[in-house]
């Protein structure tokens, strides 16, 4: 099993940034792939960046060259760097991780608005 607990969200600017962290509760060398998803308030949950253990990232469309994603397998951490924020960025974003099962933290709110 895997615990998920996201931090660091926030109201922030339209154009500021924010980064915001997901802990794991135990080592994420051995986790396959790793991704922060978010949920607007009466829309579905979407993907918005994967980072797998060989170091690979993809990036929803709506956030490529404005989100950067990272994980720090020294500290179990996985982040989110988020840039040039717009008000449709704000939503309610979740850490997810494949580790023999589906594990998703508890959600972290972005708001963006001025």
């Known amino acids: 099993q895997v615990q998920l607990v996201e931090s660091g969200g926030g109201l922030v600017q339209p154009g500021g940034s924010l980064r915001i962290s997901c802990a794991a509760s135990?080592?994420?060398?051995?986790?396959?792939?790793m991704a922060w998803y978010r949920q607007a308030p009466g829309k579905e949950r979407d993907l918005v960046a994967t980072?797998?253990?060989?170091?690979?990232?993809n990036y929803a469309d709506s956030v490529k060259g404005r989100f950067t994603i990272s994980r720090d397998n020294a500290k179990n951490t996985l982040y989110l760097q988020m840039n040039s924020l717009k008000p449709e960025d704000t939503a309610l974003y979740y850490c997810?991780?494949?580790?023999?099962?589906?594990?998703w933290g508890q959600g972290t709110q972005v708001t963006v608005s001025s």
């Open positions: 997810y991780v494949y580790y023999g099962g589906h594990y």
């Open positions: 980072f797998t253990s060989s170091g690979r990232t």
């Open positions: 135990r080592s994420i060398i051995g986790i396959a792939t």
